[in-house]
Structure formats: C-alpha cells, structure tokens
C-alpha cells in the first residue's frame, strides 16, 4: 500500500530509492497493486501514519491493524461471498447434482466455512478470497456459458494473483486477450515486461520454502536436491515435471469437453501442480485444488472431508507459530459440525450421488472409495492426526533434528495427497471413458 | 431443518447438541476478543471464597470486587475453584492473584461459562419437549444463539446462561401443572441472583391461586408446605450467615444503595424519557428568562444528601421506582389473581421482567436479556408474537450493541434471518422504526464522529437509548394488550 500510494505506477516493480525491491516489495501481478492502491487510499483517510513513505515500515498500530483486517473481510465480502452464491445457483440449476433444496445452504456452508481459507486469510492476513473468487465466478460463468465473462473473469484472477495459474490449462480454451488491458503500463517496453515477471517468479528463492508437502520437499529427505543440482537446472526440472504430469488432462479436456469434466480438470490440474511437482512452492497453495473440490462438494463429499483434515494439518506448524491454535481449533469443529449437519447430504449417505453412470464405472468408484474411506482407516489416520497434534505442541524435538516433527507431518500430509491425487486421476479416466462410450 | 421426529427421540437430541456444537464454536472465537473486567470480578470471587472461611466472604476488602450476589452463588463459585488451582494456583491466590491476567485464567473462566451453558441447555430441552419439530428449532434457535446472551456472557463475562436455565426449567414446571417443583427452581433462582426477584409477584399470585385452592383447610395445608419449601431454601443459601450474626452485612452487599438512577450507558427506559423531558423543560424555561439552577448530582452518581440531579422535575428515588413497577404490574397480576392459566405463565414472567426494565432503579441494559429469552419461549406461539419477538429484539440488541464499542457483531441480521422463516408482513410502522434504527447507529458510530468530533458526546447515546426506549414501550403495551386479552 505504501509503494503504490507514494510512487508513480511504472515504478512500482522497478528497484530505487523509494522503492526497495528487498523489504517485501510487490510480488504479485497489478491487480494486486489497484487493489492495494485502493486499499491504502482508504487507509490513509483513517490512518496516514501507517503508509507514509520510508517511516510506516514496521510501525504497528491497532488501528492499522484493525482497517488493514477490515480491508480482508470487505473484499471477502464484496467478490469472494457473491461469487459463491453464483456458482451454488449455476451448479444446482444445471443439475450436475441431485439433492434437496437444503443442500444448497450446506454446499454455500461448506465451500464459506472452508477453515483453510478462513485462516489463511483472516488469520494470517493475506487476499487469496480476491483471486479465488474471480476463478469461482470464471468458473460460474464458464459453466453457464458465458465465455467472454468467464475469460474476463479469470484473467483478472491471474492478474492478481499467479497462482491462480495452475487452473489455465483448463481455462485455455476461453483464454482472450483481456490480459493486455491489465498490462498496459508495462508493455510499453520489453525490460518492463520481464521487470514484472521476474518479481512474480522469484527464482532467487530455493525449491522450496518452509517444510510444504510436496514432491520435492519430501523427497529432499532422501536425495538433497539443493547440494547436487543448481538452481537453474532444478527450475527445469520442476517445469518439465509439471507440464508431463499435466498433459494427460488438457488431452482428455480437449478432446471431449464437458462442464462436469471442466470441474475435474481444474481439479487435477491444480492438485497436480502442488502436489507433485511444481517448483518454489508456498504452503497456502493447498487452497488451490481444495477450490474445486468444494465446488464438487455435494458429489465428493467424503473427498473434501479427507483433503481438508490433511490440508489443515499441513498447515499446522505455521498456524502455531502464528499463535493461532484456538481459531484453528474452532473453525475446523465448526466445519465438521456443518459438514455433519443434520438433515444435510452426509446423513444422507446411502442416496447415490450422480446420475448417469453405468454399472461398471459405480463399481469401480465404489471400490475405491470402500478402500480409501473405510471407517477403520479414517479413524487410524484421524487418531494418528490427533496425538501428532498433541506431541507437536507439547514436546521439544531433540537438537539434533530440529525440524523432526514438521518433518513427519509433511511426509503424512504428502502421502494423502499423493494418493488423493491418483484416485481422482483414476475417477477422471473412467470419466471420460465413460463418456466416449 | 425440517425434519419431523417424535421430540424424545435420540436424534433431537443430536440436533440439541449440534445447536449447542455451533454456539460453543463461536464462544471458543470470541475469547480472544476482548478482556472484561468481569473476569476480573469473578477471578476474585474464586479467590475469595477457596481462600477465605464462610465468616468473610461477605466482608472482604482486600479488592473492590466485593462479592455482590446472594450466597448460592457464592457456592457456585467455591464449586469452580476446586478446579481452579489445578489448572493454575494464582488464580485463586488472594493477594498475588489481583489483576492476574495471565492466558490461564482467562482460558479457564471463559470455558467455565461455555461449560455452564449446558445447563441453558437442559432448561431449553424441557422446556420445548412438547412443541412441533420447527417450533421446537426457532426457539433453540433464539435461545442457544441470542446474540444478546452471547455478548452478555461471552464477551462481558457473565454466568446468565446458566441462570436462565433455572428459570426456564422452572416456568416450563409450572406450565406443565408442576407448581411445587416450579417454585421451589424459582427460590432457588433467587438465591442465585437477586435481580430474579422482579417476577416473584407474578409466581406469589400465581402459586397462591393456582396452588393453593381447593377450600379454606387444603389451601392452607398447601400454602404451608409452599411456605416451607421457600423458607427451606433460602435457610439452606442464608442460614451460615445468620448463624455468624451477618445477614445485615450480606444485605448492604447485596443492594448497594451509592448508585444513581440510571447506569453510566443510559439502558433504554422510561427514565431516559424523564430526563430528557426534566432538560427540555429547564432549557426552554431558561430561554423565558426564569432561573433554573443547573444541578449539582448527576444521573449516574449516588444520591447525595438532599440534592437532586433535576432540574425542574420531582426527584425520583427508589421508593418511587418500586412503586411503579408495582403499578406496572397489577393489571397483570389482577389477571393471574382472576385466571392463573399454566399456558400464560410464561407471558406473564416476561411481562414482569419488562415492567422491571422499564420502570427499575439503575437498570442496566442487560437485563433485557431477561425480557427476551423467556419471551423466546412465546414466540413462536403465534405470527403475531413472533412479529413482535423480532421487533423487541431488534431495540434490545441496538441498545446492548451501544454499550460495546469493541464489538462488530452483527446481532441484528440473525434474528432477522431467523426470523423471515415465520414469513411474516410488517407494516410501514414497523418498517420504519426498523430503518429508523439502522439510521441512528449509522449516526452514533460513524457520522457523529465525522461531523462533530469531541461536541456533544453524550449525544449519540442519549439517541440510541431513547430511540431503543421507545420501541421497549411499545413492547410494554402491546404484551399487556395480549395478556388481557389471552384466555
């Protein structure tokens, strides 16, 4: 806020002497940056001192803080809320789902109530409700149709925020040029071009930051990526991974376009990125493909209990540093008390869930569904969750190994996702087979 | 939820515990979020009573936190320290506990009440074992989720919800023809918090005529064993302190007389009308040139010698206020007197406690949480009670919410959303009064501030109170209309 309020606009992502590119200068795309010139407008009419140039760094007030939360929880209100309710509406009018009408308070509950996002946001002070919001209204509108709003929609997500990237290959086909309106500033040479990119891919970084659960994090255990690669030939290598591991849904996404197959792709594109392979990755991406997930939550409902439990648990160490136990306590018994809301779909666990599938497809998601979701293994997995929480908290790894307990976390959490990964890979090939049949 | 079971099955009882799962949820939210001195009130009880004999509990000084409440209560907060010091010993240490703040104390004391509530719990069971599976939500609804008792108790620190189950338990007693049972919960109640006692007019009358019928030598028989569960009760709370010789002191305690007429934030009844009505009177009779003295008390200091905070009005004491609720109340009680009905107790309870806000001596406005939740009760008795619960709810929510400046919640759009269930039309009257009040928070909170800075400060609240006053009146009248009119 202090950069875009006080510097001319195409200075914003250059180095000088107002603008200190090392004291968390702007990493995100210019989106982000009206936002935030937005924001520090409303800021300074409140609270002037807290983006002055040079002497607001590090000054900390409760009122700062107070409108800075409050700037979050209007831009949560004003995109990320409408945005849901759109793509609630669309879904159930499209009947992509079967269920009662209070099924649409619990979907609109569910994807609202998500704790990750709650906490990350709120808890941790961040604007991921603003890009995941227009990705769910570019979905809604996608969906219903609407391409040129959908391609609208998302490319102002993408501009505010490149994560929302890993869902392009499956909005490639409504991609338009929106993209240079919201680039103008910068394309009037090529060096400001690459000034920006460069800050929204931070290279300088290493492979990972912080213990994430990811392919090469965990890995890293085993075979120390950092001593034997360099840097340039990790990027390449995390690129090339990606991109393999991605092709298999952008070919079954163009050769047989669907809307319920759209959700699915969005689904494992973004899972797949973080999951596996993707390069300097931050453990807030978790967020990702837990957005389609929710989506699809009325049909896959036992998924989004399992990803959610084991996201919020990768996210554990940071929330307890960050002194936030008790909210995460909290949000998360209040998003098993929604989920298992009277009355709502997963009392209702006998009724199948989609139409139009034949036998052998229900048999084979049945199975693995009977395998993944059997009450015994849950229940092992939650115990194993429940008394790691309690070591984390109460005891003190040796010095020797420091980061032990962060360690195993990661090595479950990247094991659920693994495995969450292919069995919706596994969903999508029957899909899709199912649907050339 | 619109699920149709028998009321005694084991799944309204999950559904009982799912209310309570998502309330306690937000209660676990809200600790954090503002440090009252009411943990600091109790925290000294704890100490004073785990430390300290019987004999000085009562005459303790060694903070200003004297223990105001009856001894039941007294009781209830020894019951606590037990556990107390297992979690950590300073929080009861009489003299190196004061002012402790430390995360332990205030985890144990916010999750005691959250605790306690489930005996709201129970009272809100019993109470709505009998009605349709809807009926029966709405009213969980009002009760377990009031934003009123939530920031009452949870933000403020307070043991209400607790209390109010006693009181729910026992007018659901005496609506199901249990009198005995419903007046011995309610003796009970009285020695927990005294502030109970505004309705025991209504029990007396109701008890006397419903109870104690049936010829000259039964009725008497009865009114004696009434009289003797009453008298055992309260030997049980003050029996030890008439044994020490220190009732006397338990009563100064108790009813502190150094307070003024109206509490610091103005609680939204008739007196405001009264005051307001004393400064206009004085200003325009200055204005004709008459010389009316400013006066020297104030509203909400203690009454000093002979001096009276009005100007140009008679004095008001607490004489005076007494026999006003009284007269607020007799045409209710002349009905009871002539009808006593199981089925209008519940009314009637609620209208005693509406004569008392109005009408009482430094009434704060927490106590129209005693309005609203046994009115909860009869909302959801007929459209026309609901209508009213909403509106009624609405001006008791806008006069708490003035009182808590630290606070965001939204209060109002839950009992709206609960309410739009009902379906109900409300007329432009209403309609108006609604937007009216959205018009004056917008004012005390944001525009005030803006246009007028540090000018006339008490402004916004005096318009908060007397607007909020107003719609409490209407509820006055229109919850006489219907007790008249009620068979």
């Known amino acids: 806020m202090e950069i875009t309020l006080n510097i001319p606009a195409k200075d914003w992502y250059r180095n000088s002497t107002f603008n200190d590119l090392s004291y968390w200068g702007l990493d995100y795309p210019p989106l982000t940056a009206y936002q935030s010139y937005i924001h520090g407008a409303f800021l300074k009419t409140f609270d002037p001192d807290s983006i002055a140039l040079f002497t607001s760094r590090g000054y900390e007030s409760y009122l700062g803080k107070l409108l800075m939360r409050w700037t979050v929880l209007s831009s949560d209100v004003l995109i990320f809320f409408p945005a849901v309710l759109y793509i609630v509406l669309v879904y159930c009018s499209m009947q992509l789902c079967i269920g009662q009408n209070n099924d649409v308070a619990w979907h609109v509950a569910m994807i609202l109530l998500n704790p990750c996002l709650i906490l990350i946001d709120h808890g941790d002070f961040q604007y991921n409700c603003i890009s995941l919001g227009l990705t769910i209204a570019a979905i809604a509108a996608a969906l219903s149709q609407k391409d040129l709003v959908a391609s609208v929609l998302y490319c102002l997500a993408l501009n505010q925020k490149q994560m929302s990237a890993y869902f392009a290959p499956a909005f490639f086909s409504y991609l338009l040029g929106t993209f240079s309106v919201a680039w103008w500033p910068y394309l009037q040479s090529k060096e400001a071009a690459l000034a920006v990119l460069s800050r929204l891919a931070p290279f300088e970084r290493g492979i990972f930051e912080d213990y994430v659960a990811n392919f090469w994090c965990t890995s890293s255990m085993l075979v120390k990526w950092k001593k034997l690669y360099s840097t340039q030939s990790l990027r390449i290598f995390g690129l090339a991974a990606t991109l393999l591991t991605c092709l298999p849904s952008m070919v079954q996404q163009v050769l047989a376009p669907s809307s319920k197959g759209f959700l699915y792709v969005l689904l494992n594109s973004s899972q797949h990125h973080f999951s596996s392979f993707k390069y300097a990755v931050h453990g807030k991406s978790i967020l990702l493909p837990l957005l389609p997930l929710t989506l699809l939550a009325l049909e896959v409902h036992q998924s989004l209990l399992w990803l959610t439990h084991f996201a919020m648990f990768s996210m554990f160490p940071l929330l307890h540093r960050d002194k936030l136990v008790l909210a995460y306590i909290a949000l998360y018994a209040l998003f098993l008390l929604v989920y298992f809301a009277p009355g709502g779909p997963s009392g209702r666990r006998n009724g199948s869930k989609t139409r139009d599938h034949s036998q052998t497809t229900k048999i084979g998601m049945e199975f693995i569904s009977s395998i993944a979701f059997h009450p015994l293994v849950m229940g092992f997995l939650g115990l194993c969750s429940l008394v790691l929480h309690v070591i984390y908290i109460t005891m003190h790894p040796t010095n020797k190994y420091p980061f032990l307990f962060e360690a195993v976390i990661m090595l479950i959490c990247f094991s659920q996702f693994v495995l969450f990964t292919l069995q919706f890979k596994a969903v999508d090939a029957i899909e899709t087979s199912n649907i050339k049949s | ?487």
């Open chain 2, 1 to 487: 939820m619109k699920l149709q079971e028998s009321p005694r099955s084991p799944a309204s009882i999950t559904q009982l515990l799912w209310f309570f799962g998502i309330a306690t949820v937000v209660k676990l939210l809200l600790i954090p979020a503002y440090y009252s001195t009411d943990l600091e009130v109790h925290r000294h009880w704890l100490a004073i009573t785990h430390s300290l004999p019987l004999g000085q509990w009562y005459y303790d000084e060694t903070s200003e936190w004297t223990l105001d409440y009856p001894p039941f209560f007294a009781y209830f907060e020894r019951f606590l320290s037990f556990f107390a010091p297992l979690i950590d010993p300073w929080i009861v240490h009489l003299h190196h506990g004061l002012s402790y703040k430390a995360d332990s104390s205030i985890y144990f004391q916010r999750i005691s009440v959250i605790v306690s509530d489930l005996f709201l719990q129970y009272g809100v069971h019993i109470s709505t074992r009998n009605l349709a599976s809807l009926k029966r939500n709405l009213v969980w609804v009002f009760v377990i989720w009031s934003p009123g008792l939530l920031i009452v108790d949870h933000l403020h620190f307070q043991y209400n919800g607790f209390l109010f189950g006693w009181l729910l338990l026992s007018i659901s007693f005496l609506a199901q023809g249990r009198d005995l049972m419903g007046g011995f919960m309610f003796a009970v109640l009285l020695c927990f918090k005294h502030l109970f006692a505004v309705a025991a007019p209504v029990y007396f009358v109701y008890l006397l005529r419903h109870y104690c019928r049936g010829g000259l030598v039964r009725g008497f028989a009865r009114l004696s064993v009434l009289g003797a569960i009453v008298v055992a009760v309260f030997a049980a709370a003050y029996g030890p302190f008439v044994y020490h010789g220190q009732i006397q002191q338990v009563i100064r305690r108790m009813f502190p007389f150094g307070r003024g007429l109206c509490h610091a934030y103005w609680a939204p009844n008739f007196w405001v009308f009264y005051i307001v009505l004393d400064k206009g009177i004085a200003f325009l009779l200055r204005k004709f040139g008459f010389d009316i003295p400013s006066p020297v008390a104030s509203f909400t200091g203690g009454l000093v010698g002979d001096a009276s905070p009005f100007a140009v009005l008679p004095r008001i004491t607490p004489m005076t206020t007494f026999i006003m609720v009284l007269l607020a109340l007799s045409p209710c009680l002349f009905k009871t007197w002539r009808y006593p009905r199981p089925r209008l107790i519940a009314r009637s309870v609620a209208y005693a406690y509406t004569c008392g806000f109005l009408f009482g001596w430094h009434i704060h406005e927490k106590a129209s949480l005693h309005i609203s939740i046994p009115l909860a009760l009869v909302a959801v008795e007929s459209l026309e009670d609901s209508k009213h619960y909403f509106l009624l709810s609405v001006g008791t929510k806008g006069s708490l919410q003035s009182d808590k400046k630290a606070t965001q919640s939204d209060s109002k759009g839950i009992s709206r959303t609960a309410a739009e269930k009902q379906w109900f039309e409300l007329g432009w009257v209403a309609k108006s009064y609604l937007l009216g009040v959205v018009v004056v928070e917008t004012w005390g909170q944001f525009l005030h501030p803006y246009l007028l800075g540090d000018k006339l400060p008490f402004l916004p609240l005096m318009l908060i109170s007397m607007y909020c006053a107003i719609g409490i009146s209407y509820s006055w009248i229109w919850q006489l209309k219907r007790i008249i009119i009620l068979s």
